[in-house]
T-cell receptor, first 111, second 115 residues
Framework: KAGVTQTPRYLIKTRGQQVTLSCSPI?????VSWYQQTPGQGLQFLFE???????NKGNFPGRFSGRQFSNSRSEMNVSTLELGDSALYLC??????????FGPGTRLTVL | DQQVKQNSPSLSVQEGRISILNCDYT??????FLWYKKYPAEGPTFLIS?????DKNEDGRFTVFLNKSAKHLSLHIVPSQPGDSAVYFC??????????????FGKGTKLTVNP
């Protein structure tokens, strides 16, 4: 069974730009969660989608948004990028409560 | 407000000895706990979990202990191997939310196992 895939793996943007990251969950998984990992804050929950609906949202500004498609693939978008948005963005899919399977992440660098 | 805390950012142990990674939580609604292991440039991978109805779960060299009264859990690795060197994240979830998948993570502990 293929794992969670994320594209692109690396991205460099400049302040003020916007970016879209993509995540394909494990086949059969309907829940997709997004996390931001930074050295200072660890793993921080962004949002979670289930059957194309956002079920949970973390404490991030509205510049961070996401969506899920009917095939469970998910995208997250960050608008008006700031230097502090530089981080590893991780996507995780799950079939049942708790156990999540993570993708390799997208390393975003904002210059 | 940090609901899941890993107070030791790093831990160094000798190969063959025991590694003990600790995690504290504040939310009494958490009823399922997980440990993830993360190597550089990779996403976290699931290691072991424990339900709040248990106080111990064992899987090979990995054992997780849960002390609900102290709101504390620990991960024991015996014997430690150099390949165990990674960042370990503790995570918790409240399944009372009815299937909502909001895992709360600690900030991680970097384990280094020296040969």
């Amino acid at each position: 069974k293929a794992g969670v895939t994320q594209t692109p793996r690396y991205l460099i943007k400049t302040r003020g730009q916007q970016v879209t990251l993509s995540c394909s969950p494990i086949s059969g998984h309907r829940s997709v969660s997004w996390y931001q990992q930074t050295p200072g804050q660890g793993l921080q929950f962004l949002f979670e989608y289930f059957s194309e609906t956002q079920r949970n949202k973390g404490n991030f500004p509205g510049r961070f948004s996401g969506r899920q498609f009917s095939n469970s693939r998910s995208e997250m978008n960050v608008s008006t990028l700031e230097l502090g948005d530089s981080a590893l963005y991780l996507c995780a899919s799950s079939f049942r409560d708790g156990e999540q399977f993570f993708g390799p992440g997208t390393r975003l660098t904002v210059l | 407000d940090q609901q899941v805390k890993q107070n030791s950012p790093s831990l160094s142990v000798q190969e063959g000895r025991i590694s003990i990674l600790n995690c504290d939580y504040t939310n009494s609604m958490f009823d399922y706990f997980l440990w993830y292991k993360k190597y550089p440039a990779e996403g976290p991978t699931f290691l072991i979990s424990i339900s709040s109805i248990k106080d111990k779960n064992e899987d090979g060299r990995f054992t997780v202990f849960l002390n609900k009264s102290a709101k504390h859990l620990s991960l024991h690795i015996v014997p430690s191997q150099p390949g165990d060197s990674a960042v370990y994240f503790c995570a918790a979830i409240s399944t009372f939310q009815g299937g909502s998948e909001k895992l709360v993570f600690g900030k991680g502990t970097k384990l280094t196992v020296n040969p």
